[in-house]
């Protein structure tokens, strides 16, 4: 199934649109949360505000698909993926909602629309290594970090779709 712009998605109290400019704040806000909750020993390099224009400036570029849960219910962001053609770009979902399926659901998205998907995470955080393994992400090389801003020691998982996948 090819995922266009049109496309709404709502399943089991989530619905899932993709994120436009007005949606920025949102992002800059779940990445800031989750970031802080799995890597608390990494300090923030960046301000609210900056964050704010990271997004903002990301939400506009156009090879780049942004896709946002929201509860149905409440009305309240609680995940976000970012990916263009071969790579995700962000997988973050907010810490009280971590657990209960929403950065699957979000990464199969991502899965969809791609036949191969790299991306990168820390070494340290452990939880997001478990998750991409599960999803069948192989880890392919590691880094001292020197190639990031943090300078933290990184990774790189590559996943490919099975050849009947797509059938």
Sequence with gaps: MHI???DDITRDGIHFRRAGKEDASDLATMHRAAFRTALPHIPALHTPAEDLDFFTRMLAREAVATWLAVSSIAGEPMGFI???PGAVEHLY?????????????????????NIELKLWTFQRNTNARRFYEKHGFIADRMTDGMGNEEREPDMRYVWKQKSDARA
């Design 4 to 6: 266009t712009d049109d």
């Design 82 to 84: 970012t990916f263009c």
């Design 93 to 113: 979902v907010h810490p009280a909602h971590q657990g209960e399926g929403l950065g699957t659901a979000l990464l199969r998205l991502a899965m969809r629309e």
